[in-house]
Nanobody
Framework: QVQLVESGGGLVQAGGSLRLSCAASGRTFSSYAMGWFRQAPGKEREFVATSWSGGNTYYADSVKGRFAISKDNAKNTVYLQMNSLKPEDTAVYYC?????????????????WGQGTQVTVSS
């Protein structure tokens, strides 16, 4: 069992930055693919970024070049650095863990989810 707890959300002006954190329980954190998703009101949950073994990363086109995912296996924590934020980035952001050791972009392939953290970008 893996428990995930996100933090770091908040209100920021367009063009600003935020760093989300996701603390994970469990000793097998390093073996999981970790992902960030977001869900805006009235929309489906969408993939944002993922990191898996070997330091591999993959991003949605909408955030490529602005967001960066990183894992600190010693701290059992995954981060999402978000720069140049836009109003359309406003959503609840979720951290997720997958046992699949490869790129994973579908929500259905993630096994554990955090409770989410709100990010609001004002124009």
């Amino acid at each position: 069992q893996v428990q995930l707890v996100e933090s770091g959300g908040g209100l920021v002006q367009a063009g600003g930055s935020l760093r989300l954190s996701c603390a994970a329980s469990g000793r097998t954190f390093s073996s999981y693919a970790m992902g960030w998703f977001r869900q805006a009101p009235g929309k489906e949950r969408e993939f944002v970024a993922t990191s898996w073994s070997g330091g591999n990363t993959y991003y949605a086109d909408s955030v490529k070049g602005r967001f960066a995912i990183s894992k600190d296996n010693a701290k059992n924590t995954v981060y999402l650095q978000m720069n140049s934020l836009k109003p359309e980035d406003t959503a609840v952001y979720y951290c997720a863990a997958s046992r699949r050791v490869r790129v994973v972009v579908s929500p259905g392939e993630y096994d554990y989810w955090g409770q989410g953290t709100q990010v609001t970008v004002s124009s």
